[in-house]
C-alpha cells in the first residue's frame, strides 16, 4: 500500500465515530453522530485535505451476549445480523465513511488490542486482584455507591447495578492523573464543548481509581478476547473497543495507516455522545500514555436525541427507525433537520411535527423558492442564459458582503463543532438573496430594459448575484445535505467543484457567465404530516 506523505498545507484528518452496541437495530440517537461525523469528513475533504472517515461496530459486550439470550440465537448470529444493520446505514444516511470496523469478527483488530494490552503490561500498568463492585450492564462499567441514583440506580439506565465479586486484571488510571490534567488544560487534548472539558477535569481531580479491564471468561458467558496469557479472563469491553480506532488502521503491524493517520497526523478526532465521556477522555489517553501512543487531538461531545420531550426507549416505544423516516421524508430532510434543529454539544429533541415544518419553511419555502424563481426569471428574460454582471449598486454589497464572509463563518462555526451554527450562516444568504429579490425588483426592471439601458445592466447583474449567491449556497450545502447541494447546483448548469480549495471554490464571481441554466423538477416538494400526527 502506497501512502502519500504529509502535505504541511493540507495534513490529513482522521475522524471517528464511536462504535455502538450491536444488541439491536440503530435508531435516530445512532444517525445523529454518524451524520455530525459525516458532515466533518466531508467538509475537510472540500478543503482539500485528506480525510478517513472510520465507524464500526462494539460486538463484544454483555449486553450483546444478553440480548442474543432473549431472542435464543447464539450471539455471532445476533452481532452478524446487528453490525449489517448499523453498516446499512451508509446509504440511507448517504454516509461517507471510509472503513467499517467489526470488534468481533477482524484479526486486525483482535490482534491489535491484544498488543494494546501487552504494552500497557510492559510499562507495569496492568496487574491482577479481587475486586467487589456494582456494574451496570447496560453501560458495561461499575460505579461507586456515591456515583448512583439516590435510590442506587445506574444514573444513565435508571437500573439497579449488579453486586459483582471476582479476581480481574487491573489498569493504574491513577498514575496517570496528573499528566492528563495538563494535556486537557493545555488543550493537547482538546475536548469541544467546554462544559464537557470541565466535568473531565473536575472527575479527574475527584481522584482516580485503577479499573478492572479483564471479566472471567465465566461471566462473560465465552464471548470476548482473551487476556494475552490467561484464557480464563477476556478484555473488559471497554479497553477491548476503545482500540478500534488505532487496530482500524493496523497498529498490529503498525502500517502505512497507521503511521500516516495516528502517529504522524496532528488531526485525530473522535466523535462521541457525552454518555461515554469518562472513557474517551480518561481512560482512553491513559491507556495510550501507558503504551506510549500519540493521544487523540480532539474529542467533540454531542447530546442527546429525545423524542418529543422523553429519552429515546424501547420500552416506551419512542424508538424511531432512521431507515424508515429516510424511507418516508427522503435522506437530506433528516441529515438538515439533525444538523440545523439540533445544537450538536446539548441535547436535542425530535418532533414530528417541528420536522416537518422545518423543511416545508427552511428547505421548501425559502432555499427551494429561491432557486425556482431565480431559474425561472434566467428563462424568462434572458432566454435561459445567465448574463454577465453589469451595473452594480450600494444595494449589491450586503448580498456580497455577506457571501464572501461564509466561508469563515462555516469555519469557525465547525472548529467549534456547531454544524447548527454554520447552516444558520448559509441561511442567512439564502435569506438575503430572497430579500434581494424583493428589494431589486427584477420583474420591474425586466419591463423598464431597454439594448444596453441601465435598467438593462441591473437586470443583469441582479440575476448573475441571484445565480452566484446560489452556487456558493450549494457548494456550502455540500458536506450538510450533500445530495440537495448536488440538484441545485446541477439546476444552475454546473457541478460540484472537489478539486480547488474550499476558499478558491467559494470565491464570489466564480460562475461563468454565458452558461445556461438547467431546470429541474422541485427540489424539495412539500411534506404533510400524517393524519395520526395531525390529530
Sequence with gaps: MTIPRLDGRHPPWYITTSIPYVNAKPHLGHALEFVETDLLARYHRLKGNETRFLTGSDENSLKNVQAAEREGISTRELVDRNAAYFEGLREPLNLSFDDFIRTSAEERHIAGVRKLWEACNRAGDIYKRTYRGLYCVGCEQFYTQD?????????????????????????????????????????ELRIVPQTRKNETLSFIRRGLEDFSVSRSRARAKDW????????????????????????????????????????????????????ILRFHTVYWPAMLLSAGVPLPTQVLVHGYVTIEGEKISKSRGNVIDPVELVGQYG?????????????????????????????????????????????????????????????????????????????????????????????????????????????????????????????????????????????????????????????????????????????????????????????????????????????
Excluded at 442506587?152 to 487491573?170: A, I, K, Q, S
Aim: with cysteine.
Design 331 to 535: 435522506t437530506d430532510a433528516v441529515r438538515y433537520y439533525l444538523l440545523r434543529e439540533i445544537r450538536a454539544t446539548q441535547d436535542g429533541d425530535f418532533a414530528l411535527e417541528r420536522f416537518v415544518r422545518a423543511y416545508n419553511q427552511e428547505l421548501a419555502d425559502q432555499l427551494g423558492n429561491l432557486l425556482n424563481r431565480t431559474i425561472s426569471m434566467v428563462k424568462r428574460y434572458f432566454d435561459g442564459i445567465v448574463p454577465a454582471p453589469g451595473l452594480l449598486v450600494e444595494g449589491d454589497q450586503q448580498l456580497v458582503s455577506l457571501a464572501k464572509a461564509l466561508p469563515g463563518r462555516i469555519d469557525d462555526a465547525l472548529a467549534e463543532f456547531a454544524p447548527e451554527d454554520a447552516l444558520a450562516a448559509i441561511w442567512e444568504l439564502v435569506n438575503a438573496a430572497n430579500k434581494y429579490v424583493a428589494d431589486s425588483e427584477p420583474w420591474t426592471l425586466a419591463k423598464q430594459r431597454k439594448a444596453g439601458s441601465e435598467a438593462e445592466q441591473r437586470l443583469s447583474t441582479v440575476l448573475y448575484n441571484l445565480i452566484e449567491a446560489l452556487r456558493l449556497i450549494g457548494q456550502a450545502c455540500a458536506p450538510f445535505i450533500p445530495a440537495t447541494a448536488e440538484g441545485l447546483v446541477a439546476q444552475l448548469g454546473i457541478a460540484l467543484e472537489t478539486g480547488n480549495s474550499w476558499e478558491d471554490i467559494l470565491t464570489w464571481g466564480r460562475y461563468p457567465a454565458g452558461t445556461a441554466v438547467q431546470p429541474g423538477g422541485v427540489l424539495f416538494p412539500k411534506l404533510e404530516l400524517p393524519a395520526e400526527a395531525v390529530s
Design 224 to 275: 470476548g478476547i482473551s487476556v494475552p496469557g490467561d484464557p480464563e479472563q477476556v478484555m473488559y469491553v471497554w479497553y477491548d473497543a476503545l482500540g478500534n480506532y488505532i487496530t482500524a488502521l493496523d497498529y498490529a503491524n503498525e502500517g502505512p495507516l497507521y503511521q500516516r493517520y495516528w502517529v504522524e497526523n496532528p488531526n485525530r478526532v473522535h466523535v462521541i455522545g457525552k454518555g
Design 147 to 187: 456515583e448512583l441514583t439516590e435510590d442506587g440506580l445506574c444514573p444513565e439506565h435508571l437500573t439497579r447495578p449488579d453486586v459483582v465479586e471476582e479476581e480481574n486484571y487491573f489498569f493504574r488510571l491513577s498514575r496517570y492523573a496528573d499528566r492528563l490534567i495538563d494535556l486537557i488544560e493545555s488543550d
